[in-house]
């Protein structure tokens, strides 16, 4: 059995959604700030590349990456990530639930989650149901956007964006993917929840804070309006022609 790594690369079908999957975090991760980011997953890829942090890592739960950890389990500290990549990590992962949680933990408020994860609403799900879930990519969760979305609220995870990709049938074959191009130019306009990969790009939210302006502001302004007006020391009087 192949890893889905290994079908990315050895497939044609897996070179047709890499291509797509590859210039989508290009695009999204090119204008990302801050200070240390991550991508979960599929280390043999560099979804970073277009990123211009200066610390980087890749992790995995297998070699290849710069650290190997569980996905439940990432070894960083509690808000400390500015962005985090999760290609498919939930599709493959025994509790994709946890990994979003500890994706919350990790990421600094304001920072950036980003993820893809195969469409069970599409004609991928359609072969999936056919031909069983033996091998990858079908051997994936396959969750629903919908579903996802969900778990998003639970954790103050807000999505800004995303994308729909690969819409083309998945066919085994290059010339038969080629033949259906135009799905690709139509299909956000047409039909984008019958993609077979959806993308999401989410901030961390705290809820419930605002910023506190300085006291000596608001005491400067009530000073300046006594001045104004007098005080007791320096009371406001009137002569008999109602001058001051």
């Known amino acids: 059995m192949r890893t889905f790594s290994e079908w990315l690369h050895q497939s044609e079908l897996g070179a047709y959604l890499l291509k797509r999957e590859s210039a989508w975090y290009d695009r999204a991760v090119a204008d990302v700030f801050g200070y240390r980011a991550v991508q979960v997953g599929l280390p043999a890829l560099d979804f970073l590349r277009e990123n211009r942090i200066p610390w980087q890592c890749r992790a995995a739960d297998e070699g290849g990456g710069h650290i190997v950890c569980d996905p439940t389990q990432l070894p960083f500290d509690s ?7 999760l290609p498919h990590v939930l599709d493959f992962s025994s509790d994709p639930h946890g990994v979003l949680r500890e994706a919350e ?3 600094v408020p304001e920072g950036r989650l980003m993820l893809t994860g195969f469409n069970p609403m599409s004609l991928w799900g359609v072969r999936r149901m056919i031909q069983g879930r033996a091998d990858a990519p079908w051997s994936g969760n396959f969750l629903t956007l919908a ?3 969900d778990w998003f609220r639970l954790m103050e995870l807000e999505p800004e964006g995303g994308a729909f990709m690969a819409y083309a049938p998945p066919f085994s074959r290059a010339d038969w993917l080629r033949q259906f191009d135009f799905m690709e130019a139509a299909g956000d306009r047409w039909w984008p929840l019958a993609a077979g990969v959806y993308a999401i790009d989410a901030v961390k939210r705290r809820r419930g804070m605002r910023l506190i302006t300085p006291r000596w ?12 007006g007098g005080n007791d020391r320096h009371p406001v009087s009137r002569n008999n022609d109602g001058q001051t």
């Not at 808000?79 to 990549?85: E, N, Q, T």
């Open 79 to 85: 808000a400390s990530l500015d962005l985090l990549l």
């Open 105 to 107: 933990r990790v990421l």
């Open 147 to 149: 579903r996802v979305k």
């Open 217 to 228: 502001r608001a005491a400067s302004a009530t000073k300046k309006l006594l001045a104004a």
